[in-house]
């Protein structure tokens, strides 16, 4: 532990959405995600080009977590060597097949986060009690979120190529005002109920450097202000998409506190958080044709009780 401020002193004046979807709320402001914001989502599509933004689970050449997760191990349990054994399966017929499983953290690759994934004193999103996730999440779990599905205009915010660099730096910060300013420069204001899908391709650094990458960790992101946060209240953003492991500058310099936003975005107002996504296709695609805004689709798997799950977003252009 570091002397650095608590969170509950630190947010103390900050914003909170509890309650405002009723007093069982599970999934906050993708409540924002109305039928017209589909629909709004759907005029956005003009070419019919579709773009996934889930990274490969077991990359050969990596899997990128949060440190003290590790990647995904799968395990072959049937293949064709199966029946060189005498106790093989046997089926009618002669069928034969491959089956596998991995062994995986639920956040160890792109992934929604619940949105009972953190807290601080003691509270989870909308109020619900800490201790109801000793166990597995009673309350606030992915699979509400699974089960809702979220889809809406999509507006990607090119932060790298705003700032004339190939990846972020570590610890790098930006602004609301940041994202504002990278939008009109990219042509294309941010709306109200807009999902930002924010690029900073912060990961290649984890391919280019190997091991060496965490030392230091201290991803690059957005960085908490009241300002911030009431701009995220104001402009009822539901849903936060990065292409870093935790969506937010890792510890935050002002004071040191670590991964703030979670807390303010998610706890606080019910933002659901979206990691690891690979928007490099998309975010070429965006650059060569000025065509910035989508239909953004995802829905994480259901795992009961849960603190988050892999996704496949899917962005059309
Ligand atoms: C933590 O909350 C620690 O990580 P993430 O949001 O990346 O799953």
């Keep these: 532990m570091t002397d650095a401020i608590s969170l509950e002193e630190l947010l103390k004046d900050s914003p909170t959405n509890w309650g405002k979807w009723g007093a069982d709320d599970e999934v906050g402001a993708l409540n924002y995600l109305t039928k017209d914001e589909v629909l709004r989502g759907i005029k956005s599509v003009q070419q019919g080009e579709v773009f996934t933004l889930q990274r490969l689970i077991n990359d050969p050449k990596g899997d990128p977590v949060w440190p003290g997760r590790s990647p995904a191990e799968r395990t072959m349990i049937l293949d064709e060597s199966t029946w060189d054994k005498d106790d093989a399966p046997q089926f009618p017929g002669g069928l034969h097949y491959a089956d596998d499983k991995i062994n995986a953290f639920l956040q160890g690759s792109t992934q929604y986060d619940a949105l009972g994934h953190v807290w601080y004193g003691g509270k989870l999103w ?12 009673e309350k606030a779990s992915v699979a509400p979120i699974g089960e809702r599905g979220v889809v809406g205009r999509g507006i990607l915010l090119d932060m790298a190529r705003f700032r004339g660099k190939e990846t972020l730096d570590k610890g790098e910060t930006y602004t609301h005002e940041d994202l504002v300013a990278c939008a009109e ?6 709306e109200k109920r807009d999902i930002l899908v924010i ?22 992101g957005l960085v908490y ?23 937010e500058v890792t510890y935050d310099p002002n004071n040191g506190v670590a991964l703030v936003l979670h807390n303010a975005l998610m706890r606080n107002l019910g933002v659901t958080l979206t ?7 998309l975010a070429s695609s965006c650059a060569d044709d000025k065509q910035y805004t989508f239909l953004y689709t995802a829905a994480p798997l259901k795992v ?4 988050g799950s892999p996704v496949n977003p899917v962005a059309i252009k």
């Design 126 to 137: 909308n109020g619900y009690d800490a201790r109801t996730t000793i166990g597995g999440m």
């Design 185 to 190: 420069a990219q042509g294309t204001p941010i």
């Design 199 to 220: 690029r900073t391709n912060f990961l290649q650094q984890f391919f280019d450097q190997g091991d060496s990458f965490y030392e230091g960790f201290n991803e690059p």
């Design 225 to 247: 202000s009241p300002e911030l946060v009431q701009w995220f209240q104001d402009m009822e953003i539901p849903n936060l998409v990065t292409d870093t492991i935790a969506n």
């Design 275 to 281: 990691e690891i996504a690979d928007l490099e296709k």
């Design 304 to 307: 009961h009780r849960a603190t």
